[in-house]
């Protein structure tokens, strides 16, 4: 008896320690791990986010750019950290549910292994060319692309990413025929292009906008449905392609197993800087909108985005052994 009391005891002393770390957290520097490299948008938004962050919990949260494989390095990194909310992901479309159908033989489970804390932000892609490309417009570019079949080289943020796919979908909506050249962030194909190596993009609006409104690259649409508030001049690739659409987002991700403490405190903090006029405005000015979720609802969009990407895979034939 005296054993079963001495048992119960520390069971109670070690779940009180729990509850009081969860309580606590953080208490030494959170580190978040974007799956890409710096300069693109989420790095950009990871930057901000951790600042804010850093600013209300009094604790370093420090981005860790690790790309490669099209987000998959850094998102296999997390998936096998420690599961105490001191080392989180910011997914995103690409790395959180397009990898799933592309890469037949991930190191990880994106359902299994992970625990959603909080969708970040929406946002399109932009298509933009360089400015040597004559086209002014979408229908313009297509009449280009199939004067020039194959010679015009595109680049992307990686193999599988929401910038390849979205030009997948563009040049089998089109007909056309273009030349893939992958980067490891949408920062490196913007330099690219300005530096005459590339010829066209469908990328992350929320870095490319500013480099298309000081004219170094021309802009030609938006991915999204809607016309986008920050460029309402733009049009859509819908409008003279009906269905066409890629919105891409990210999210911040935990190790499955992350204290739910942990995850709920976090996702209201995020909720609450994402509300902030200065962080909302600064966001929507490169085209991106805020989107907090809670976590159960962020899981379930998730979910549903693994469904309908792994089915554009498919129609597209993508495949990265």
């Known amino acids: 008896m005296r054993r079963i009391f001495a048992t119960a005891a520390v069971l109670l002393v070690s779940l009180a320690a729990q509850a009081q770390a969860q309580d606590s957290w953080p ?19 990871a930057r901000i986010i951790a600042t ?3 600013a209300r919990f009094g ?13 998959s390095i850094g998102t296999g990194f997390v998936a096998k950290a420690p599961n105490d909310g001191y080392t989180l992901l910011v997914g995103t479309v690409s790395s959180n549910a397009i990898n799933a159908a592309l890469y037949p033989r991930l190191a990880y489970d994106l359902e299994r292994d992970f625990q959603p804390v909080t969708l970040l932000v929406r946002f399109p892609n932009l298509l933009f060319v360089n400015p040597k490309i004559p086209a002014k417009t979408v229908t313009g570019l297509i009449d280009y692309l199939k004067a020039h079949p194959g010679k015009v080289n595109y680049g992307s943020s990686g193999i599988g990413t929401s910038s390849h796919l979205s030009t997948v979908m563009f040049a089998l909506a089109t007909g056309t025929e273009m030349t893939h050249i992958p980067f490891r962030s949408t920062g490196e194909v913007v330099n690219s292009m300005i ?16 480099h298309a409104q000081s004219g170094a690259v021309r802009a030609l649409a938006v991915t999204t449905p809607q016309r986008n508030a920050s460029a309402p001049d733009l049009p ?4 003279t392609l009906p269905g066409y659409e890629a919105t891409a987002w990210q999210g911040i ?3 499955a197993g992350t204290p739910r403490p942990i995850v709920d405190r976090l996702a209201a903090e995020v909720k609450r800087i994402l509300e902030m006029p200065e962080v909302a405005d600064s966001l929507k000015a490169v085209g991106a909108e805020p989107a907090p979720l809670p976590p159960d609802a962020f899981a ?18 993508a495949r990265v052994d």
């Open 27 to 45: 208490q030494r520097a959170v580190t978040l791990v974007v799956p890409f490299g710096a300069g693109g948008s989420a790095d950009l938004t």
């Open 59 to 71: 604790s370093p949260f420090v981005v860790d750019n690790k790309g490669g494989a099209g987000g």
């Open 236 to 239: 859509t690739i819908g409008e």
């Open 195 to 210: 530096g005459g190596h590339i010829d066209l993009g469908i990328d992350s609006m929320t870095t490319t906008l500013p």
């Open 300 to 317: 379930a969009f998730a979910r549903e985005e693994r469904a309908k990407w792994k089915e554009v895979v498919r129609v597209s034939g």
């Open 253 to 255: 991700f935990a190790p």
């Open 52 to 54: 804010h962050l850093q």
